[in-house]
Nanobody, 121 residues
Framework: QVQLVESGGGLVQAGGSLRLSCAAS????????MAWYRQAPGKQRELVAD???????NYADSVKGRFIISRDNAKNTVSLQMNALKPEDTGVYFC???????????????WGQGTLVTVSA
C-alpha cells in the first residue's frame, strides 16, 4: 500500500512562515511529479505548486515569490516553505504525487490526508 503523510501545519500570524513536509511510503519504485494543493473553507481545491522529478517548478500566481517547493528523490519527500503568509493562505494543504509501484503499476494521483494552515490577521 502506498500513502502520503503531510506534517507541519499550524497557526501563524500574518507575515510569518511555515514549512510543510510530505513523505511517500510503501512499495514505491519511483515518484514522479509531486504537488501541493490547498482548499480554503467553502472553496474548491486549488494547485499551489508542483515539481517534477527533475526539479522543474510551477507556482500559482498567488504564491509566487513567497512559497518554495522542493523535493528529495532519495527520500520520496516534498516540502513547501511558506513565507510572508497572508490570511488568504488559510486552508487545508494536501500533498499529491504520481507514483510507480514495485509491481509496475502507475498511480496517477495519490493524496495525503491534509494538514491545516491557519494564518491570523
Amino acid at each position: 500500500q502506498v500513502q502520503l503523510v503531510e506534517s507541519g501545519g499550524g497557526l501563524v500570524q500574518a507575515g510569518g512562515s511555515l514549512r510543510l513536509s510530505c513523505a511517500a511510503s510503501g512499495r514505491i519504485s519511483r515518484v514522479e511529479a509531486m504537488a501541493w494543493y490547498r482548499q480554503a473553507p467553502g472553496k474548491q481545491r486549488e494547485l499551489v505548486a508542483d515539481i517534477t522529478r527533475a526539479g522543474s517548478r510551477n507556482y500559482a500566481d498567488s504564491v509566487k515569490g513567497r512559497f518554495i517547493i522542493s523535493r528529495d528523490n532519495a527520500k520520496n519527500t516534498v516540502s513547501l516553505q511558506m513565507n510572508a503568509l497572508k490570511p488568504e493562505d488559510t486552508g487545508v494543504y494536501f500533498c499529491n504525487a504520481g507514483i510507480v509501484t514495485f509491481g509496475g503499476i502507475w498511480i496517477s494521483a495519490i493524496w495525503g490526508q491534509g494538514t491545516l494552515v491557519t494564518v491570523s490577521a
